[in-house]
Nanobody, 126 residues
Framework: VQLQASGGGWVQAGGSLRLSCAAS????????MGWFRQAPGKEREYVAA????????FYADSVRGRFTISRDNAKNTVYLQMNSLSLEDTAVYYC????????????????????WGQGTQVTVSS
């Protein structure tokens, strides 16, 4: 399984970006897909997750209402639409995949994910 994240860049505060995570190597029915981020000098943190089959979505409190996770079955791609970006959203964003479903309370834990993509940098400036 390979994950390829893209879509990062520079944006002014209040702006929007859409990240993509293209997945290859198999079909992802039954998988749980997640987005995490790591800001300079901080630990990596959970952002959002989606169950591929049911399309059930989960969000960290810090992004709920501003970010939207989605997936495209035909393209085997997961997206993270980020709106109303703030300086605190500056980070390297990573996508991850778990090869099975998991109870909701664990979707935000890094250790449950089996595969990781390379990061994509998001920089928000004032």
């Amino acid at each position: 399984v390979q994950l390829q994240a893209s879509g990062g860049g520079w944006v002014q505060a209040g702006g929007s970006l859409r990240l993509s995570c293209a997945a290859s190597g198999r079909t992802f029915s039954g998988y749980t897909m997640g987005w995490f981020r790591q800001a300079p000098g901080k630990e990596r943190e959970y952002v959002a997750a989606i169950r591929w089959s049911s399309n059930q979505k989960f969000y960290a409190d810090s992004v709920r209402g501003r970010f939207t996770i989605s997936r495209d079955n035909a393209k085997n791609t997961v997206y993270l639409q980020m709106n109303s970006l703030s300086l605190e959203d500056t980070a390297v964003y990573y996508c991850a995949a778990r090869s099975s479903t998991i109870i909701s309370s664990y979707v935000g834990q890094e250790r449950v994910y089996d595969y990781w993509g390379q990061g994509t940098q998001v920089t928000v400036s004032s």
